[in-house]
């Protein structure tokens, strides 16, 4: 076999292994989502070597979707971590054998502190197997390894066992895009989310108008202004909006007769518009919608206060 069809194998292997992992979703599956949404404290992930690296995985996943969680190597335990256990606390220990040792000699702290265990290994009829409230069964055939030995499909089956408890417990929670931004602020997501108007908007130099100016002196103003648009502004409160677009479309309407026309004649008379506390996201829905590419931000009585173009949503 040459390299890449050594590569294609190892990939269809694992797949293979994540596959099989559906008929393995079973009242086990139900128990252990239904203790991490009863938990009233912490989920603790555990696990030794590879499992613990997964574990680690695991527990972010769950910490960024709404399930406090963080993981703790069973080394640490000894030696002092024990001390971030309190009743109300899930624990998932993750081993792929169920029988690693220092694992195990973890579990009794656990069971004596009277704290649920979920445990995800390979072996149904493991001791970490027995000693679990439930047991999710990550069992695969082989390993995408040449040797069988190397821990690759059963690492990743325990990973994707994981994701899918995140992701059960995402739909319980009712988990929205909103909650995941409050947990990855410093995300393209999160600014998109999070991110307002009043955050984003153009205050300076705007292209004001007026219903009777004539599309002459419009057109100059327009062009400053280099937004594409200008604001119709009667009594201090918008009225109305024109754009590149309108003004041709009034050229080859009206030709020598343009410039004897005003604002009013073409502008859009309610134009869309947005509060100061809109988020950019629900901007970005309104000028994909409209095929627009500004809105203006106004306040409750209409004034103009700024205006959101299509590049400030782009963060």
């Known amino acids: 076999m040459t390299t890449r069809e050594y590569a294609i194998q190892c990939i269809k292997d694992e797949a293979q292994a994540v596959l099989n992992l559906i008929p393995q979703i079973d009242e086990n599956f139900d128990r252990a989502v239904e203790l991490i949404m009863q938990c009233r404290g912490k989920v603790i992930v555990t696990g030794v070597g590879k499992s613990g690296h997964i574990g680690a995985k695991i527990a972010a996943t769950l910490a960024s979707t709404g399930t406090p969680s963080f993981f703790i190597n069973p080394l640490d335990v000894f030696h002092g971590d024990l001390g971030v256990m309190s009743k109300g606390d899930v624990v998932l220990a993750i081993s792929n054998s169920g029988q690693t040792d220092e694992l195990l000699r973890f579990i009794p702290m656990v069971l004596h502190m009277e704290i649920p265990i979920i445990g995800m290994s390979g072996n149904p009829q493991s001791l970490l197997a027995k000693y679990s409230t439930c047991h999710l069964n990550v069992s695969v055939e082989k390993e995408a390894c040449p040797l069988n030995l190397a821990p690759t499909s059963s690492t990743t089956a325990a990973l994707v066992m994981g994701d899918a408890m995140a992701v059960a417990l995402m739909e319980k929670r009712h988990f929205l895009p909103q909650d995941f931004a409050q947990f990855h602020p410093g995300g393209e997501l999160g600014k998109r989310l999070l991110t307002t108007a009043q955050d984003v908007m153009l205050t300076e130099n705007l292209p004001l108008l007026t219903e009777e100016m004539h599309l002459g002196e419009a057109i100059i103003l327009v062009s400053k202004g280099k937004l594409g648009l200008g604001v ?83 963060l």
């Open 232 to 314: 119709a502004i009667s009594d201090g409160i918008v009225s109305g909006l024109i754009t590149d677009g309108d003004i041709r479309r009034a050229m080859e309407k009206w030709q020598a007769e343009f410039f004897n026309r005003t604002v009013g004649d073409i502008m859009t008379r309610q134009p869309k518009t947005a509060s100061p506390q809109t988020k950019i996201s629900e901007i970005q829905k309104t000028m994909n919608e409209y095929k627009i590419h500004n809105v203006l931000v106004v306040d409750e009585k209409k004034h103009l206060l700024g205006i959101v173009d299509r590049y400030a949503c782009v």
